[in-house]
């Protein structure tokens, strides 16, 4: 089975977040659905060899806790000391240091982020850091939903005058439902 994801690219929390809607269930619900998104997410996370079912759980507690968290934030107001707790537990189970490389050619590069721990509270700490990094964006109360019909993915629009999480999809479905109301009566 494969599994397509509605909307890649936004932010990395934002795309973490839309993994799950009421009109199309938990694409991560699985292993093989959470490794089906790694796949989709290229360079942006470390690579895990194989993901159990105890990473699947550290990431959903991660997931709901952005959610609740990102929710209030976009209205400007303090998130539940609850989910930024599970945000803070998340990052602080593989903690960060930075790396010094010496590149090929001879040159010491910048300092690479890593994390020690296992690849799944590996995984769950740089999601929470994602969600962290969105949670202190000065545009956090930018972030919209979609205004497609039953559609309730999440952006972070570059335009202003973008409505839709995807205009060839939620974007031509809403000019089609106008479309017909317009000329319903006709004929």
């Known amino acids: 089975m494969t599994v397509t994801f509605p909307l890649l690219g936004e932010p990395l929390a934002l795309d973490l977040l839309n993994t799950r809607s009421p009109a199309f269930g938990d694409l991560i619900a699985t292993p093989e659905g959470l490794t089906a998104w790694l796949a989709a997410q290229p360079g942006r996370l470390t690579p895990a060899a194989r993901v159990s079912g105890a990473d699947l759980t550290r990431v959903h507690a991660v997931r709901e806790a952005a959610r609740v968290a990102l929710e209030v934030a ?25 790396e010094l490389v010496w590149t090929q050619s001879g040159g010491l590069t910048a300092a690479v982020h890593r994390r020690a ?30 205004e497609g019909a039953e559609c309730e993915l999440l952006f972070l629009p570059a335009n202003a005058r973008r409505r839709w999480c995807v205009a060839g999809i939620c974007g031509n479905r809403a000019r089609v439902a106008r479309y017909y109301a317009r000329h319903k009566g006709e004929g």
Do not use: I, K, S
């Not at 590996?122 to 939903?145: C, K, M, N, Q, S």
């Open 74 to 98: 976009r209205q400007g107001e303090r998130p539940p000391a609850g989910a930024l707790r599970a945000l803070n537990e998340a990052m602080a189970a593989a903690p960060a240091h930075r």
């Open 117 to 146: 721990e296992d690849p799944g509270r590996r995984l769950a700490a740089e999601l929470a850091g994602a969600a962290a990094d969105l949670l202190t964006d000065p545009r956090v109360r930018e972030v919209r939903g979609c």
